[in-house]
């Protein structure tokens, strides 16, 4: 095995990573923030892969995809929160696992219903098709460097947002005390409605990266929606950092397993059952790390302890 | 006689009827989707201890109920190609019988429950709810990427399994073995309801602290409702698979679970007849509406959306009232 | 000086900067009723948390019946004799009262794994359950809905649950808490009964009922115990005064 399929994997892993995070970001601020699991999360991940291959198809651009993509998701996500969220933070988890499977149910048949059940297709934009070539003449698509890069100025964007502005101040402080933020004057239904679209618009963005490397098409969410859990679940809930780092960790196992597993059974085994036998491990790995994650620490990396 | 009572007796009344009344009809399609009906409300007998006894918030039950289906499959696919499961260190054999298979699946689905439970309930709350998720997803991958029992595109079997004394090719008498499960999984579900053990793991439930201040641990309690949960599941999920005469990733994805859920909290969480409801109305609607429009779950999402915000208790609650079950 | 049945050695915790349990040793012999009192934010809480096994001190030993608990879980304590009460009731609400007693004779028993039997059809597990209901004066409301139970009931059922263990320490958490004078003096009655049975390690807050059942008093200020004695060795107490009243002796 090359060095440079090694690198050309971990860049794998990191893209795989970043675009997981955009994901487990906003699962992870809405339940620190609110208190609420949302699995229609991937419902907005899909709501922004298909306005984005809506208006690239209608204006050819795809700056404006994107834009329309975070838009539209963040718009649904507002919507949604309006309309049904809102009324499930008092609720049990049970509660909220229900309404929000029967959110995916509407937003799915829905969008069927509109689009029908082929997948659409959104073009890489000509100035980011191609391969580059990187230092130690690796030829690597531009594009999914470009998402790496995009994935992490985000990262930093968000840091930021919590850590030193005045809605990030106030979302820390709606993580710690509801009501004493109520008390100060602060509308705290307004401040709910705002980062639940925060977090859908972060969903829709990641969409609309992700569609642009695969298809675009109905059910496409709910897949990253669990693994963007078990990154929440390897973090630990309601933290950023963990979220990343998370997110990460999964994003290089599930890659890299997938190459490393069967080569290393090969070692020990005939090479047809060590493909075999690598790939059935390989597609459970992350989850074995989740469970290791979990003996050793049961509220995550980052999580509070409890 | 109370409401709820007497509401479970003409369910169950019904459950024996409508299939014969459908058999001297001659419509063998409406004993089959009663027997869909009667295994989904298996499954959800299997989750309602769990979620309802327990609490336990469980989105992969799906994998247990996808163990069943693989273990009816791979047993009948060695059966009928008459190649041993394996050779050494003892000859173990596929089988058609539907006794064998249904133990089988009850202790490997139960097994897969003790390993999960033993990892998730090391947390509760919305991190169990994930986790959960997460097993059971690592599961559907794993049988996706199982070659050698036909991977993505499952497996299927010629003909539907046996039981001593029954033809179980005809309709009806596959339905009376499936009705017969269900009632047992009932009795047990109300037995354990009633017990010392259904007695401390609802107050594990309600007052974990409690509970360990008495002697007991929650976490203990839950883990062996766990594992009743999930074998009975399994069973279900054999009897699905043998329903079908297929058994595919797709009886271990996400929105199986999701599904059972829904049978659950449709029918009524924690009430004995809960699931029973629940599974007939599903399979009701999905027949109606499915008729009607093939984008019929939108309706399902709607109606499961007005029953988390306003009807609390599902359709046993609404039937009976409050009180015995619980939110 | 008797052998105390249950007792801390040095126990020691810190929350960061707080140390909330500051070299606590206190003992439990028996017979007696023995009180913590303290103002809030004392450490008391903590201090039932280590003995009863919610919380593991930094360090330092638990000790009860001659034997050092500090590495075992809350059930296993409870399962050695180790009963206690919660200053908030915790009781399963949707359960009856009886449901509740039973609980705790099934923790007692170890007859918790029988699946297929009603609990309320084991004679044995029913008795122990109904003596404590008696006991506290709960006999008639049996089949009431523990949430339908007036707070003052709630507070009975409580000490109910605790014996239906027939423990060999008693470990009482505010057990007065929102009680009435009228209710606070039938509890103090039922506590003073119990004495006989099992010592108490009672927390309070409510010094009537402290000064009427107590035999010996340890003060809590700051995690630290800074006097234990009899009540009239605690009401003339400088350091006492100093720190409930704040004027130096």
Known sequence: MSPILIIEQVLNGLQFGVMLFLMAAGLTLIFGVMGLINLAHGSLYMVGAFAAAGVAAATGSFLMALVAAMAAAALAGALVELAVIRRLYDKDHLDQVLATFALILIFSEGTRWLFGSFPLFLDIPDALAGPVTLPGGIQYPLYRLVLIGAGLAVAALLGLLIGRTRLGIRIRAGENDREMIAALGVDISKLYTLVFALGAALAGLAGALVGAIQSVQVGMGEPVLILAFVVIVIGGIGSIRGALVGALL?????????????????????????????????????YILMGAVLIWRPTGLFGARA | MTRERLFNALLLAGLVLVPLAAQAADEPFTITLATRAVILALAAVGLNIALGLGGLVSLGHAAFFGIGGYAMGILASHAQSYAPLAEWPILIEGTKSMPVIWLVAILASGLAALVIGALSLRTSGVYFIMITLAFGQMFFFFTISWAAYGGEDGLSIYVRNGFPGLNTLAPLPFYGLCLVLLCAALWLFDRLAKSPFGLALGAARQVPARVAAVGLDPTRLRLVAF???????????ALFADLNRFVSPAMLSWQMSGEIMVLVILGGVGRLFGPVAGAVVYVTLEHLLGGITEFWHIFLGLILLGIVLFARGGIVGLVAGRGGGHD | MTEPILATRGITKAFGALTASDDISIDLRPGEIHAVIGPNGAGKSTLIAQICGGLAPDAGQVIFGGQDVTGLATPARARMGLARTFQISALAMEDTVLQNVLLGALGASGRVWRFLRPALKDRALRERAEAALARVGLADHARTRTAELSHGQRRQLEVAVALTLRPRAFVMDEPMAGLGAEGSKQLTGVLDGLRAEAPILLVEHDMDAVFALADRISVLVYGRVIETGSVETIRNSPAVREAYLGDPA
């Open chain 1, 250 to 286: 999964v994003g290089l196992t599930d890659t890299l397993g997938g190459i490393f597993l069967p080569e290393l059974f090969k070692l020990v085994m005939a090479p047809a059952a060590a493909t075999s036998a690598g790939a059935s491990l390989a597609s459970m790995s992350i």
């Open chain 2, 227 to 237: 594992v009743i949960s999930g074998a009975i599941t399994g069973l279900a999920g």
